[in-house]
């Protein structure tokens, strides 16, 4: 907006926001894009695909030993078993925390992310300084996010360079061994799975 | 008018398929498990998969995940040309000197073109 103006016209609209708008409204105008396939696709990342769907395979993962070989030998196939696949989630690997080994997700080409199990990425994740940081001081950036690795325990930091993606099974906290895949689940957040954060017990 | 590549009714089916980019290859693996590799020094004035941070740096074979599209030619409309795609293993003092911690390694996914028999 112009700086010699000094006075408020109501337009909250960003340039950005007001860039995309001209765009679609082209695109809309031209044929090119069904405002209805747009609905669509938001409502699919809104409503059906996130977070949620990655913690009910880490849940299961750590309630069935059976399901746990499976994804950790051939995750695409074990996470299409619980009816998540597609777009981002193509080639699966699954990598997992113990006691000894903390794996830290980045992208530093881009924002490659596994859509599936996790949905869209968020902000933090895209930006420049994490993508950048990540792989030269993972455990900087993990104490920024409040996670202490003791120095006898190995960072392995994977970068999404191609179209493999990345899910962090977590470490399963003590003191939940009577609780059941269902309680369990609602413990694991998004960040527990990219690796910048652990899962805590209730 | 043009019609809409994606109407709405094609929207989840699309999401659910996805688009796979591991393509069936005859070709055998030059690299195995546990190998010394070097990454490849080069700098394309198009696109590339090989960050910078690794060129020229040693490292170790991790695993093959079978033969995928190369994006340095597919990008440029030049052709899918699969090719086997690997997990490398760089240490973290390799690639940023003695500062950092000994156990501590950066694994990238690295396409056959991008690396050398160290």
Same mark, same amino acid.
């Given at each position: $907006? ?28 031209? =044929? ?7 609905? @669509? $696709? ?8 996130? /977070? ?6 880490? @849940? ?14 051939? #995750?695409?196939?074990?996470? #299409?078993?619980?009816?998540?696949? =597609? #777009?981002q989630?193509e080639? $699966?690997?699954?990598?997992e ?18 859509? /599936?199990v ?9 930006s420049s ?16 996010? =409040?996670i202490?690795? /003791?120095?006898?325990v ?13 899910l ?11 609780? =059941? ?8 957040t ?13 | ?7 709405a009714?094609? &929207? ?13 290859s ?8 546990g190998?010394? &590799? ?9 696109h ?20 995928? &599209? ?9 052709g ?8 490398v ?30």
């Open positions: $907006m112009a700086s010699d103006h000094d006075h408020d016209h109501d337009n909250s609209l960003s340039e950005t926001v007001l860039r995309v708008k001209a765009l679609e409204s082209l695109l809309v105008e031209k =044929g090119l894009v069904d405002p209805a396939a747009l609905d @669509a $696709m938001v409502d699919a990342y809104e409503n059906k695909i996130g /977070p949620r769907n990655g913690a009910r395979v880490v @849940a299961r993962a750590w309630t069935d030993p059976a399901y746990k070989a499976r994804l950790m030998a051939d #995750a695409t196939a074990a996470i #299409a078993e619980l009816g998540y696949s =597609g #777009a989630g080639h $699966m690997v699954v990598v925390n113990t006691p000894t080994v903390h794996n830290l997700v980045v992208c530093t080409l881009c924002s490659c992310y596994p859509w /599936p996790l949905g869209l990425p968020p902000v933090w994740y895209k300084a994490y993508r950048s940081r990540a792989v030269i001081d993972p455990r900087g950036v993990l104490r920024d996010f =409040g202490t690795v /003791p120095d006898e190995a960072v392995r930091v994977r970068d999404s360079t191609a179209e493999i993606r990345y962090v099974l977590p470490e399963r906290p003590a003191g939940t061994e009577s609780l =059941g895949a269902e309680a369990l689940e609602v413990l694991v998004r960040d527990t799975m990219i690796g910048t954060a652990k899962v805590s017990a209730p | 008018m043009a019609t809409p590549p994606l109407t009714d094609k &929207v989840m089916p699309a999401i659910l398929n996805g688009g796979p980019t591991q393509r069936e005859a070709a055998k693996p030059r690299f195995a498990a190998q010394a &590799v070097r990454a490849r020094c080069f700098n394309p004035t198009g590339t998969r090989l960050p910078r941070y690794v060129r020229g740096r040693l490292g170790t074979i991790e695993r093959d995940h079978g033969a995928h &599209v190369f994006p340095d030619s597919n990008a440029k409309l030049q899918e040309k699969p090719q086997l795609l690997y997990t293993r760089f240490a973290a003092r390799e690639l940023w000197g003695e500062a950092a911690n000994p156990a501590d390694a950066v694994y990238l996914d690295l396409w056959e073109d991008y690396l050398d028999a160290a």
